[in-house]
């Protein structure tokens, strides 16, 4: 088997990850059904009575993960941008203040 028949089954593809996350979003947590639905449930825990609460992932983070996934968040990637030249910016100044610190003005 070559390796990239190997990574194909052990890798997610964008498509795959990308419809996980529209079940999440779609699910109707009442409705779970444990068996047909297992793969979108975090935990189980019983309370005090005995009942079975069910943690489920976030659906808001999904929905923003899901819109990463599909460069849908421009906003994102500008802000990221502005904010990576800023920091460069603010190293530029740190060196400039570095060497001019301590001189003495003739």
Not at 79 to 98: S, T
């Amino acid at each position: 088997m070559k390796a990239k028949e190997i990574a194909n089954d052990a890798v997610l593809t964008m498509l795959e990850k990308r419809m996980f996350l529209a079940r999440v979003v779609r699910m109707k947590g009442a409705a779970i059904d444990e068996t047909k639905d297992a793969d979108l449930i975090n935990g189980v825990k019983y309370d005090k009575h005995g009942r079975r609460m069910l943690t489920l992932p976030d659906k808001r983070a999904c929905i923003e993960l899901d819109a990463k996934l599909a460069g849908e968040l421009a906003q994102d990637r500008a802000a990221d941008k502005q904010a990576e030249k800023m920091g460069e910016l603010a190293a530029a100044l740190a060196r400039i203040q570095h060497v001019t610190h301590g001189r003495t003005e003739s």
